[in-house]
């Protein structure tokens, strides 16, 4: 699985065809793989019905297309799809070449044969890239030998095992660390063609999610019988959520918590479109290049999640005095929800203080100032309180993503303020006088 993934790859396309503004266009050409930048496609177009005359004009509103391509190799033939690609009338009605580049494409391969674990199961694979190192809950153990002769063992968390309630079954690596290799085995009785093939998306955001780091995506196989289907994805690069910005803070990935997330995740709903935006957001969050639009956009995420979960868009013109969503009382409502159990006190105690951090990055970012003497924006005590402040709300989402996912009986286990963080290096000085 590795090669087909970090392999260059040159296809002569035997017939590609998309339709556009009621054309449909066709031709052949060259598709080019290389991992690090994606697809190139050069082609020859040949247009069929031509209008009498195109308006080319200086804004164009683009409607995004797949174009589809047909290659015969040695080794079989292929169906692929590329995703929606925004062509403009200019490119496609005064060039008889199309040049283009995309990240991602679909490949769908028919074969004459079929393993018989496929009957009952869904089989897949993956490969995901992140960026740092993670330390994954199962151990490998490998022999190492020269030649014939046993040389040593070695053993390291690296492995993924997860065994799901109906007999899912996931496991896998990291190698080379910064690729995760994934395999999965899920009963037809309890789980759909289409659901299968998103559970490698579902895993990606969860093993995100869970670990701060962020996985992309960058293969994924699928058997369908006497067909193999087959992703290929240079999109978007890894990154990491920091210490603020993370959701959780574990040391070691828990498989039970990341499993039933992308099991979640691979089934579409609300709860499911809600999670994903959450995430998403914050992802864009630890982008900002300002602490004030960091802060003010964090906090925002516990608005757009309280009022698509509760339908309570915002309506504009209606003072806040007739706004249905007083965030106190929604996210008490929330937390008899989704947070309930065993921990329903020390809930109630730190829901207060969640509502009390939003309103601060909430409104001060909002209305913000220069000021950096004491109670200014700029001042180093307000610094230090919305840092405090936006930990808080990220390890709570964190904590609303798991309750959304019907894990119950949730402790709210928060971070001490950084100040009380223990230093990740202590260096001293050591004088190079010498005592008698």
Known sequence: MKNK??????????????????????????????????????????????????????IEIVTPLRIMLEIKTTWGEFAVMTPPL????????????????????????????????????WLGSAIYEVNENLIFPDSIHKDVKIGDKPF????????????GNNEEHVSGEIAESKYIYLNWSLPKAHWSKGKSWQLAEALQDSLSIISGSIARLRFHEAYRGHRIAQEYNANESTA?????????DFDILPKEIAGSLAFFLSEKSEKEFVI???????????KQNSDAGQALL???????????LYKLPFVPNRSTRDDPFKPPKILKQFQADYLSGMHDLKWKQKTEAIIEA???????????????????????????????????????????????????????????????WKPIMTMETISDKIKD
Request: net charge positive; aromatic share 14%; hydrophobic share 35%.
């Open 86 to 121: 925004n062509l403009r009338d200019s490119d496609l009605h005064f060039n008889q070449s199309l040049t283009i580049n995309f990240g991602r494409a679909v490949f769908f391969q028919y074969t004459n044969t079929q393993n018989r674990s496929m009957k009952n199961n």
């Open 152 to 163: 040593g063992e070695s053993f390291s968390r690296t492995g993924f095992d997860y065994m």
């Open 358 to 420: 939003y309103n601060r990055l909430r409104h001060r970012y909002a209305h913000p100032d220069w000021v950096t003497t004491q109670g200014g924006m700029q001042s180093s005590r307000e610094i230090e309180q919305s840092i405090n402040d936006m930990i808080l709300l990220s390890r709570f989402y964190g904590y609303m993503i798991l309750g959304l996912t019907g894990i119950r009986d949730l402790e709210p286990k928060f971070p001490v303020p950084f100040s009380n």
């Open 298 to 308: 964090l906090s925002t995420v516990l608005e757009a999640s309280l009022r698509t």
């Open 240 to 248: 990491s959520l920091g210490l603020i910005f993370r959701l959780f």
């Open 5 to 58: 993934y970090l392999d260059t790859k040159e296809y002569y396309v035997d017939n590609l065809w998309f339709q556009h503004g009621g054309i449909i266009f066709r031709g052949n050409g060259v598709l080019t793989w290389l991992p690090e930048k994606g697809f190139h496609l050069v082609a020859k177009i040949l247009k069929g019905n031509r209008p009498s005359k195109v308006e080319i004009r200086s």
């Open 276 to 286: 994903r935006k959450m995430f998403w957001q914050i992802v864009d969050v630890s």
